[in-house]
T-cell receptor, first 112, second 114 residues
Framework: GENVEQHPSTLSVQEGDSAVIKCTYS??????FPWYKQELGKGPQLIID?????GEKKDQRIAVTLNKTAKHFSLHITETQPEDSAVYFC???????????FGIGTKLQVIP | DTGVSQNPRHKITKRGQNVTFRCDPI?????LYWYRQTLGQGPEFLTY????????KSRLLSDRFSAERPKGSFSTLEIQRTEQGDSAMYLC????????????FGQGTRLTVV
């Protein structure tokens, strides 16, 4: 089955700096890579996703890159703000949310 | 609130008891998923419904677990003879029809087995 590794497990940045979270996956059939933000006491919320036919996608301060050859994908958050503090999960799927595998999460702390 | 609703939010039960959780998906979302999330881990897939049909179950779903979605709307997840290892957050998500629709998660039910 799919194995998704995510690092770092914790990340502290100063407000205004950038944050980068990296993930690798094992199943070459995976073609959908969502990123979720989970705040304390809440369910995960999709913040951005990318499909295997695209190498990069950007949405305001958030960008995701995908290297299918190396089986790497990364989340980049620029100009971080305190409200970005949360746990971020990467995930990979080869077919729908019933086949999605999540990473262990990265706890991001943005220090004002 | 038109999001995914899960009840109860918290459940404490003694080992060996049965528990049932409920998930109300977003209206007209035909696909519904259950996940389990333990502390410090990402969600793990348990089972998937399309309308009232349970189309897929994970190996994680032992015989003590059963899920239903009788009318294709709300769903229940029952755990029989609970064990301490069942302690986790149980998350429900729903999706609308279509190939690239987003999955929306509920806030989860936190189960503690003592």
């Amino acid at each position: 089955g799919e194995n998704v590794e995510q690092h770092p497990s914790t990340l502290s940045v100063q407000e205004g700096d950038s944050a980068v979270i990296k993930c690798t996956y094992s199943d070459s059939a995976s073609n959908y890579f969502p990123w979720y933000k989970q705040e304390l006491g809440k369910g995960p919320q999709l913040i951005i996703d990318i499909r295997s036919n695209v190498g990069e996608k950007k949405d305001q301060r958030i960008a995701v890159t995908l290297n299918k050859t190396a089986k790497h994908f990364s989340l980049h958050i620029t100009e971080t703000q305190p409200e970005d503090s949360a746990v971020y999960f990467c995930a990979a799927s080869s077919g729908g949310y019933q086949k999605v595998t999540f990473g262990i999460g990265t706890k991001l702390q943005v220090i004002p | 609130d038109t999001g995914v609703s899960q009840n109860p939010r918290h459940k404490i039960t003694k080992r060996g008891q049965n528990v049932t959780f409920r998930c109300d998906p977003i209206s007209e979302h035909n696909r519904l998923y259950w996940y389990r999330q333990t502390l410090g881990q990402g969600p793990e897939f348990l089972t998937y419904f399309q309308n009232e049909a349970q189309l897929e179950k994970s190996r994680l779903l032992s015989d003590r677990f059963s899920a239903e979605r009788p009318k294709g709307s709300f769903s229940t997840l029952e755990i029989q003879r609970t064990e301490q290892g069942d302690s986790a957050m149980y998350l429900c998500a729903s999706r609308a029809k279509g190939p690239n629709t987003e999955a929306f998660f509920g806030q989860g039910t936190r189960l503690t087995v003592v």
